[in-house]
T-cell receptor
Framework: QKEVEQNSGPLSVPEGAIASLNCTYS??????FFWYRQYSGKSPELIMF????GDKEDGRFTAQLNKASQYVSLLIRDSQPSDSATYLC???????????FGKGTSLLVTP | EAGVVQSPRYKIIEKKQPVAFWCNPI?????LYWYRQNLGQGPELLIR????????DSQLPKDRFSAERLKGVDSTLKIQPAELGDSAVYLC????????????FGQGTRLTVV
């Protein structure tokens, strides 16, 4: 079973701070990496994807990928209370195209 | 563009009864997934379709679960008979074919088996 590991949290950050969410994966052949946001009682919503080593920025969000370390992270700058949610890391394995999800990290942004 | 549509949103059934969930993917998305999500967990893949072909159903409990996507568009997931442990949110997602493509989720069906 290919593993995707995330710290379940909760991660608490003050409003305006940078939230850093981390994810490690076991399948070295993984090719694409996704971050989903899931509000309580709602379905996952895609917020970022990254395929190449390095950083990818989209507004307040930055995804970082290090394939050598099998590590992907999501940075949220200027965190807002509306960012409070569970963030799911998903990895597309080498053997197929079904996303393998971690358990998610709960983020709480306090005013 | 319409998103992934699922129905029903909620379903409460007694154990041993059958239940079915329906999903209509985003237009043009040939890949369709059914995931199950338990409380506090990430989604777990049940089955993946490429057009009408089930290409990954290794995690589908085939003794009680079945799925179909007859015309390569909408799909139905069935459980018969349902067990208490089947209570979860059943999520449908779709994506364009091929690797490195983003998957988009429907609103899900929350199943409660009593």
């Amino acid at each position: 079973q290919k593993e995707v590991e995330q710290n379940s949290g909760p991660l608490s950050v003050p409003e305006g701070a940078i939230a850093s969410l981390n994810c490690t994966y076991s399948d070295r052949g993984s090719q694409s990496f996704f971050w989903y946001r899931q509000y309580s009682g709602k379905s996952p919503e895609l917020i970022m994807f990254i395929y190449s080593n390095g950083d990818k920025e989209d507004g307040r969000f930055t995804a970082q990928l290090n394939k050598a370390s099998q590590y992907v992270s999501l940075l949220i700058r200027d965190s807002q209370p509306s960012d409070s949610a569970t963030y799911l890391c998903a990895v597309n394995g080498n053997s197929g195209y079904a996303l393998n999800f971690g358990k998610g990290t709960s983020l709480l942004v306090t005013p | 563009e319409a998103g992934v549509v699922q129905s029903p949103r909620y379903k409460i059934i007694e154990k041993k009864q059958p239940v079915a969930f329906w999903c209509n993917p985003i237009s043009g998305h040939n890949t369709l997934y059914w995931y199950r999500q338990n409380l506090g967990q990430g989604p777990e893949l049940l089955i993946r379709y490429e057009n009408e072909e089930a290409v990954d159903d290794s995690q589908l409990p085939k003794d009680r679960f079945s799925a179909e996507r007859l015309k390569g568009v909408d799909s139905t997931l069935k459980i018969q008979p349902a067990e208490l442990g089947d209570s979860a949110v059943y999520l449908c997602a779709s994506s364009r074919s091929g690797g490195n493509t983003e998957a988009f989720f429907g609103q899900g069906t929350r199943l409660t088996v009593v």
